[in-house]
């Protein structure tokens, strides 16, 4: 019996770990044979909008800026949207490293991308050369940001960090698809959720499961800010972890804004072991104590 299970969990396993399921394989042989002839026009459109960002430690294709019309409050605001994509971290996507925009479009639909996770910036106003932009480093809540969740304070900093950028009048909020559970990812953020329903606090839920208390990492979306600016910044948020990441990297920080907010009984607890724990500031004045 407990032989079995353990074969039907290690094929399980290798589905986890991303091995293409049949219809996947399929899909993809199809798409060799095929081999597309490319429009033109399609890449000379597209090319306007790609670019090629090379970091130290990843090469990225980063597309935008896309009109995208935002209800804030009942009011449309107008962002720019762009999304990057990761191009060294990805298998099969090596190829296209030194990316034309017409092998990234032969490449595109064999990428499988929609089980992939990709971040993207919503930059508001003339965020390359106005003298002061706010921008957010928004890690993914699948929980807070869609569901509204109330156990985190997530989909309150959402909305209220893209208020705050627009009213400004300049600035960028980051949002980073690979942060989901301070980098543990959405399944493991469930798990961690009910060892928390039995008393567990986020830190140690995470440490039980074998986790750290917080993996992200910052330096792609850090490297896409420093294309899209140069002058300095003011960064909303509590974390020191996210001010620190953004100093170290060289990156011109002129001040840092707090966001608490939406305290409500089903977060309380996870807002003080955020203060307590993982080192957040602890504003004056928050009901934190
Ligand atoms: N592991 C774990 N992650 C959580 C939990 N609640 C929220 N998160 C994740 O925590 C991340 C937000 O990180 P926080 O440390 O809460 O806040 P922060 O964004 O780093 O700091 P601020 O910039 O001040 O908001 C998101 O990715 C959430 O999915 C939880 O109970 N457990």
Request: proline residues 3%.
């Amino acid at each position: 019996m407990k032989i079995k299970a353990s074969i039907t969990f290690a094929a399980e396993a290798r589905q986890i770990m991303n091995e293409p399921a049949e219809h996947e394989k399929r899909r993809l042989e199809d798409r060799k044979e095929r081999d597309p002839m490319i429009d033109q026009q399609v890449v000379s459109v597209l090319d306007k909008k790609i670019q090629t960002i090379v970091l130290a430690e990843s090469t990225n294709v980063l597309v935008g800026p896309i009109n995208l019309p935002v209800n804030l409050d009942g009011e449309t605001v107008m962002f720019k949207w762009y999304c990057w994509l990761p191009i060294t971290s990805q298998e099969g996507i090596k190829a296209c490293k030194t990316a034309t925009t017409e092998t990234l479009i032969k490449q595109l639909s064999s990428f499988n991308l929609a089980e992939k996770q990709q971040s993207s910036v919503l930059v508001y106003g003339d965020f390359e050369d106005a003298e002061h932009a706010l921008i957010r480093m928004h890690s993914i809540c699948h929980t807070g940001d869609i569901f509204g969740s109330k156990r985190c304070d997530c989909g309150y900093q959402l909305e209220q960090s893209m208020k705050m950028i627009a009213a400004h009048g300049a600035g960028a909020l980051f949002y980073l698809a690979n942060h989901e559970g301070r980098g543990i990812g959405l399944f493991s953020k469930a798990m961690a959720y009910i060892l928390q329903e039995q008393g567990l606090d986020t830190v140690e839920a995470n440490l039980e499961l074998g986790f750290v208390d917080d993996s992200r990492n910052y330096a792609d979306a850090i490297g896409i800010l420093q294309h899209l600016r140069k002058k300095p910044v003011t960064l909303i948020t509590n974390n020191p972890k996210k001010l620190e990441a953004l100093k170290s990297s060289g990156m011109n920080v002129e001040a840092r804004i707090p966001l608490w907010g939406d305290i409500s009984e089903f977060n309380e607890k996870y807002l003080k072991t955020k203060v307590e724990r993982s080192g957040h500031f602890a504003e004056s004045g928050e009901p934190l104590q």
